[in-house]
């Protein structure tokens, strides 16, 4: 990721700091506790799918990928658009299932999101030091929330 800016690399890993605490609580605390964290941090999740779709949103908004200058209406389309407030949807969804089935919802929305950007970045759509950051970012999220789940089942 050497040529992602500062910012962006710093504040996307330390936004992994509450999956990590998250997937240790789930394992170190007692009964009840960490089913406490675990709602915590599948709370976080869907506050982190809802921002990555406004993502989207925004990059739609200023209309990168239309042109060389951008075009804020010709990059808000119904696809765009719509495909960007699917994240805070699945998120939303997924936290008031039980919390297994919600886990492999939030895994499942992470990674097709990772889709949906390594698309949106093929179509010039989003910068292209985006892919490096979020292919490390959503094996992070997934490795954590996977954690949890694996608490769940054993």
């Keep these: 990721m050497p040529e992602a800016p500062r910012p962006a690399v710093w504040l996307g890993f330390a936004g992994l700091i509450p ?12 009964q009840g506790w960490n089913d406490f964290a675990q709602f915590i941090q599948m709370a976080y999740a869907a506050c982190i799918l809802s921002f990555m779709g406004a993502v989207h949103w925004g990059l739609a908004m200023a209309g990168t990928g ?10 808000m389309t119904w ?18 299932m039980a919390p297994l089935p919600g886990l492999i919802l939030l895994i499942a929305s992470f990674v097709g999101l990772f889709w949906a950007d390594l698309h949106a970045i093929r179509l010039g759509q989003a910068p292209t030091w985006y892919l490096p950051l979020r292919k490390a970012l ?9 954690a949890s789940a694996m608490r769940l089942v054993m």
Excluded: C, E, K, Y
């Design 19 to 30: 999956f990590a605490a998250g997937a240790v609580a789930v394992w170190a605390l007692p």
């Design 66 to 75: 239309t042109g060389a200058h951008g075009d804020s209406f010709a990059g």
């Design 138 to 146: 959503t094996i992070g999220v997934v490795v954590f929330l996977g």
């Design 79 to 96: 696809q765009r658009a719509g495909g960007s407030v699917i994240p805070p949807l699945l998120g939303w969804i997924a936290l008031v």
